[in-house]
């Protein structure tokens, strides 16, 4: 079974703080994706990544960056935490992107920024 | 990228009924992808579809793709409590859901 871990289930941080949520996957995923997750707006992709130090924007990279250091983990960092960034944030793997394989998700990180 | 739209935003169903939804896009696609999700097991992945295809089916699901109409629709059949969830569909490599069709299924 593909095991997608999050780093927390739950996180509280204050504006202007620097965050990072962690994502690892035990099934040596080339693929790695972030998204976020708002009631009515369904579910956007933040950033993926295709293998290790690449790196592509998804639709709404603003305010977000990542990291790829290691295939098995894909770290997205907030810059400068705004309220407008509390969300649900989901990390994704898949097997490879031609042709396309399903993904498989991790239980996300509820982000509360106040 | 484009994201699919479900349709409808929440279906109740007594359990044995069969519950249909639909995703409908805008731009062509190379596969659809259909998830569920519910508190308990998070998102996870039922059916992919691709734009050669016209219908699958797992188990007690059937998925259809009408390329022409840009249109999919899940069917569950004989439905059970355990499909009680909302379900999505997400489009190619980037998935991208809408807000989802909200499935209730009453004992």
């Known amino acids: 079974d593909v095991k997608v871990t999050q780093s927390s289930r739950y996180l509280v941080k204050r504006t202007g703080e620097k965050v990072f949520l962690e994502c690892v996957q035990d099934?040596?995923?080339?693929?790695m994706f972030w998204y976020r997750q708002d009631p009515g707006l369904g579910l956007r992709l933040i950033y993926f990544s295709y293998d290790v130090k690449m790196k592509e924007k998804g639709d709404i990279p603003e305010g977000y960056s990542v990291s790829r250091e290691k295939k098995e983990r894909f770290s997205l960092i907030l810059e400068s935490a705004s309220t407008n960034q509390t969300s649900m944030y989901l990390c994704a793997s898949s097997l490879d992107r031609n042709p396309i394989f399903e993904q498989y998700f991790g239980p996300g990180t509820r982000l509360t920024v106040t | 990228s484009q994201q699919g739209e479900e349709d409808p935003q929440a279906l109740s169903i007594q359990e044995g009924e069969n519950a249909t939804m639909n995703c409908s896009y805008k731009?062509?696609?190379?596969?659809l992808q259909w998830y569920r999700q519910n508190s308990g097991r998070g998102l996870v992945h039922l059916i992919l579809?691709?734009?050669?295809?016209r219908e699958k089916h797992s188990g007690r699901l059937r998925v259809t793709l009408d390329t022409s109409k840009k249109s999919s629709s899940l069917l569950i059949t004989a439905s059970r409590a355990a499909d009680t969830a909302s379900y999505f569909c997400?489009?190619?490599?980037?998935?991208?859901f809408g807000a989802g069709t909200t499935v209730t299924v009453r004992a």
């Open positions: 731009t062509s696609i190379n596969n």
């Open positions: 579809i691709r734009s050669n295809e």
């Open positions: 099934m040596d995923h080339e693929n």
């Open positions: 997400g489009l190619d490599y980037k998935l991208s």
